[in-house]
């Protein structure tokens, strides 16, 4: 994996594609982490960058200033059947929309995906183009390990990741 840090302080110039996924220790909560594994020992490209990010995700606002277009995987309760993903190509929207007349929370250890956008927003950063990849949970119990189901699903959920990711590198070879 390698280091975006430099573009964020004028270095290097932006990386085109970066994927990260948001986890933490509990559960079906590590999904993203797996993910991000799982395509490290493939090999990606040199125009992408695999990054994990620890939930709360206040240190995502950084990692996205980094990249042209992210792809975000995350673990979510959106009622599927339990490893089952949806991808979400305008991202932004969503994580706009999902905020809209919710409760306002006054510590970062509330903060999640969305409430980090909403931050984004707020200082008026440049965000890239993302792209929302999340995967239905069956449990986050603390410190546990990732349930069987979801291990089970780890193969498919790569091939539909993959999918997604070369979906946006062919965006961006047209795009130039």
Not at 20 to 30: K, N, P, T
Not at 41 to 55: F, P, S, T, Y
Not at 66 to 92: F, K, Q
Not at 147 to 163: K, N, Y
């Amino acid at each position: 994996m390698r280091n975006a840090l430099p573009a964020l302080f004028g270095g290097a110039k932006p990386l085109t594609i970066g994927v990260i996924g948001v986890g933490s220790a509990h559960g079906d909560d590590q999904i993203a982490w797996y993910l991000i594994d799982q395509l490290a020992a493939r090999g990606v490209a040199d125009n992408i960058h695999l990054e994990k990010v620890l939930a709360p995700a206040v240190s995502l606002i950084h990692s996205l200033q980094c990249y042209e277009r992210v792809i975000l995987i995350d673990a979510a309760d959106m009622g599927l059947g339990a490893g089952e993903c949806t991808v979400i190509c305008d991202g932004a929207k969503v994580l706009s929309s999902q905020l809209q007349g919710a409760e306002c929370h006054f510590s970062s250890h509330h903060m999640g995906v969305a409430e980090m956008w909403q931050l984004a927003q707020q200082l008026e950063l440049s965000m890239p183009q993302i792209n929302l990849f999340a995967v239905q949970i069956e449990h986050t119990e603390t410190l546990s390990p990732i349930s069987h189901t979801l291990r089970d699903r780890l193969p498919q959920l790569g091939v539909e990741l993959d999918a997604l990711l070369g979906s946006l590198q062919a965006g961006l070879a047209h795009q130039r």
